[in-house]
């Protein structure tokens, strides 16, 4: 519960006090940019504190379920990090419900036809170290847009909010 704190302290703090564009920095853009922070935090935090809850609801019940497939814990490890939220941009927040949601549709599925599972994960296997390959100032686009590919392939009825495909991972991050 603490260290879910902080990360969502950080969270909030790095979306409430963002001034963008940055320049040109003056008081008035400053001030303004406080008093809309105290105006919405109260709502920002209530938000983030509900949708902690159900993250956290959603991984104890994927973690402690007996349907699993290989790689799950290190699915769970991606998407929660020992940092969460902190390591979450605010807008990709809301998505984590989702994809936890494609873990444990992945896990019962799996469960029930382990060679189908292994068939679709076979087509994450180009993107297997991509960290090393992708352009840095590419990651967090990349990263999200893989985390889509695995809804598109694992629990397509989930949908997601822009078309992915290998494809446009592989344009992406140049590989």
């Known amino acids: ?13 790095e979306h409430a006090l963002r001034l963008s564009p940055a320049l040109p920095l003056t008081e008035a853009r400053f001030r303004t940019l406080l008093a809309n922070f105290h105006r919405d935090l109260p709502a920002l935090a209530r938000k983030v504190s509900d949708g902690i809850a159900q993250i956290v609801s959603l991984r104890h ?4 379920s ?3 497939y290989p790689g799950l814990d290190a699915d769970l490890a991606r998407l929660l990090p020992a940092d969460f939220p902190a390591g979450i941009p605010f807008a990709q927040f809301a998505h984590i419900p989702r994809y936890l949601r494609a873990v444990q549709l992945r896990a019962e599925r799996a469960a029930l036809a382990p060679a189908k599972d292994a068939e679709k994960a076979r087509q994450l296997a180009p993107f297997h170290g991509w960290e090393k390959r992708v352009a840095p100032l590419l990651h967090a686009e990349f990263r999200w847009m893989l985390e ?5 392939i694992f629990a397509q009825e989930l949908g997601t909010p822009a078309p992915v ?11």
Do not use: D, H, N, Q
């Not at 704190?5 to 909030?12: D, K, N, P, V």
């Not at 495909?165 to 590989?175: E, N, T, V, W, Y």
């Open 1 to 13: 519960p603490e260290s879910l704190a902080r990360g969502a302290t950080t969270m909030l703090t």
């Open 61 to 64: 019940t994927i973690a402690s």
């Open 66 to 68: 007996l349907r699993r």
């Open 148 to 152: 889509e590919f695995r809804v598109s």
């Open 165 to 175: 495909s290998a494809r446009r991972l592989c344009a992406l991050g140049g590989l």
